[in-house]
């Protein structure tokens, strides 16, 4: 069996090339942009409230990006639409975060910010995540009846940047049939039929509760016994996610000034007869992976590959920009009220798309599930790259991005 799936896999390899060659799966897979990503040095003074930021936890989260990037050879590209160079840019500046001690002083001495900007927009859509907690037991009885299935043996994962620079931070994700790749099987399929090749991690209580952990990647799983563990992204079907507040918006079940986590979350569990058909409209569904919870303080492992910091690291489009490159949001709080503060791009999202678009991480709790589920305001968006790779970068530069 082994030598067939290695035969199946070649065969796989050699149709995607092909399909990248005639040019028609990156048209397939294209992302929607707001238009040409546009990066406009602007100065420090004029990052709207910077004086009174704190980027201490920022200058955290950037250390261990740069812990990350000491294991990449120097020449690798940072990725996204290509302004943000190679590792070997960003070492200097790793080096010199590691003795900082102010967090402000530090980041103005090394890094030059650039307005992030979307052709002719400036602001753009910022949202909000976090780790959902749930109840789960090993066994299935009672209430625990909802799978949580770690990644299934036969779902083939590809980086397609790995083949072509403009398809990076894209994925295609299917299993093999008969030599060809096909669709993996949606959410309503697996939720009527299973998944033979997906060990169980464990059951869940809650069949909406379990919906959120898909939909934010990552959370905490809670035992019978009271002890704690964390969840973690492993993988996704490769369909394509479908936001459900729209879903429920077009019946006319929440209006759209309704909209939150909160509203949504209420309406299904108001509503069992419909709820699963709604939450089977969004074809995604995610794998996972158990993992000692750590440090409790901070989130599971984002795209990056390190902890993700409460309202130090965002979830970015990769491909218009770089894992591991600071970014300041100018944006307001769900209540309103400015919300101003440095991060740190170190995961991704499958609705995280355009050039003035992020995600925030809000950490795990209630507070945080509040904050996230409402947080929907837009903002202005400036990266900050080190000051000698800026240098090369005209006033203001227009990146096209994936055409």
């Known amino acids: 069996?082994?030598?067939?799936?290695?035969?199946?896999?070649?065969?796989?390899?050699?149709?995607?090339?092909?399909?990248?060659?005639?040019?028609?799966?990156?048209?397939?897979?294209?992302?929607?942009?707001?238009?040409?990503?546009?990066?406009?040095?602007?100065?420090?003074?004029?990052?709207?409230?910077?004086?009174k930021a704190d980027p201490g936890p920022a200058l955290a989260a950037f250390r261990r990006s740069c812990a990350a990037l000491a294991n990449e050879p120097p020449s690798t590209a940072m990725g996204?639409?290509?302004?943000?160079?190679?590792?070997?840019?960003?070492?200097?500046?790793?080096?010199a975060a590691a003795a900082a001690k102010d967090a402000h002083g530090f980041f103005e001495q090394w890094f030059q910010p650039l307005q992030v900007g979307a052709g002719a927009l400036d602001q753009g859509l910022f949202t909000g995540y976090y780790e959902p907690e749930?109840?789960?037991?090993?066994?299935?009885?009672?209430?625990?009846?909802?799978?949580?299935?770690?990644?299934?043996?036969?779902?083939?994962s590809v980086d397609l940047g790995q083949f072509r620079p403009a398809l990076r931070g894209q994925r295609l994700a299917g299993r093999v049939e008969n030599g060809r790749l096909v669709p993996?099987?949606?959410?309503?399929e697996i939720d009527a039929h299973g998944l033979s090749?997906?060990?169980?991690?464990?059951?869940?209580?809650?069949?909406?509760?379990?919906?959120?952990?898909?939909?934010?990647?990552?959370?905490?799983?809670?035992?019978?016994?009271?002890?704690?563990e964390r969840v973690s992204y492993a993988g996704q079907n490769g369909q394509v996610y479908t936001a459900i507040g729209k879903a429920l918006v077009a019946d006319g079940a929440l209006t759209k000034e309704q909209l939150s986590l909160q509203s949504i979350a209420a309406w299904l569990h108001a509503h069992p007869g419909r709820a699963q058909q709604v939450m089977e409209s969004d074809a995604s569904y995610v794998f996972f992976q158990e993992e000692p919870?750590?440090?409790?303080?901070?989130?599971?492992?984002?795209?990056e590959g390190v902890p993700l910091m409460p309202e130090a690291s965002l979830a970015v489009d990769t491909a218009?920009?770089?894992?591991?490159?600071?970014?300041?949001?100018?944006?307001?709080?769900?209540?309103?009220?400015?919300?101003?503060?440095?991060?740190?791009?170190?995961?991704?999202?499958?609705?995280?798309?355009?050039?003035?678009?992020?995600?925030?991480?809000?950490?795990?709790?209630?507070?945080?599930?509040?904050?996230?589920?409402?947080?929907n305001h837009s903002g202005e968006f400036y990266v900050l790259l080190p000051k000698k790779l800026a240098a090369r970068l005209a006033p203001e530069t227009d990146y096209p991005g994936p055409s």
């Open 184 to 188: 993996y099987a949606t959410r309503a």
């Open 134 to 156: 749930l109840a789960v037991s090993r066994r299935r009885h009672g209430a625990y009846r909802y799978p949580v299935y770690a990644l299934p043996a036969d779902l083939v």
């Open 1 to 51: 069996m082994v030598w067939r799936r290695r035969r199946f896999a070649v065969a796989f390899l050699a149709l995607l090339i092909a399909a990248i060659a005639c040019g028609w799966l990156w048209w397939a897979l294209r992302p929607p942009l707001a238009g040409p990503l546009r990066l406009t040095k602007v100065s420090f003074a004029l990052l709207p409230g910077w004086s």
């Open 320 to 375: 218009l920009h770089a894992l591991g490159a600071p970014f300041y949001v100018a944006t307001m709080t769900p209540n309103d009220k400015p919300l101003r503060f440095l991060a740190v791009a170190q995961d991704m999202g499958g609705a995280i798309r355009g050039p003035v678009r992020a995600d925030i991480f809000f950490g795990f709790g209630k507070a945080a599930e509040n904050a996230a589920g409402a947080m």
């Open 197 to 228: 090749q997906a060990r169980v991690l464990f059951y869940a209580a809650d069949p909406v509760s379990l919906f959120f952990l898909h939909i934010q990647g990552s959370g905490r799983a809670r035992f019978e016994d009271g002890r704690l």
């Open 80 to 95: 996204g639409a290509g302004y943000a160079g190679t590792v070997a840019d960003w070492l200097p500046a790793c080096r």
């Open 293 to 303: 919870l750590g440090d409790p303080g901070l989130g599971a492992k984002g795209a």
